[in-house]
């Protein structure tokens, strides 16, 4: 068995409110980089924007195919 399997399986067994408690915890400490990295805070709006757009199409295409 793989490292990818056994992944894909612990990930299956997990429910919904796991994933979304796995989420908040994300962004938890995507906060907590922001903080302690105030040079990442210093881009214009549209960048964020930008890297939301690139990061999420790829999923997405994937759901959608």
Same mark, same amino acid.
């Given at each position: 068995?793989?490292?990818? +399997?056994?992944?894909? +399986? ?7 409110v +796991?994933?979304? !408690? ?13 903080? !302690?990295?105030?040079?990442? !805070?210093? !881009? ?8 939301? &757009? &690139? ?9 959608l195919?």
């Amino acid at each position: 068995m793989s490292i990818f +399997d056994w992944a894909n +399986d612990r990930i299956g067994r997990m429910t919904w409110v +796991d994933l979304g !408690l796995t989420k908040f915890s994300v962004a938890a400490f995507a906060l907590m980089v922001a903080k !302690l990295w105030p040079p990442l !805070l210093s !881009l214009e709006w549209y960048w964020y924007g930008l890297i939301f &757009v &690139v990061l999420a199409a790829i999923p997405l295409k994937k759901f959608l195919s």
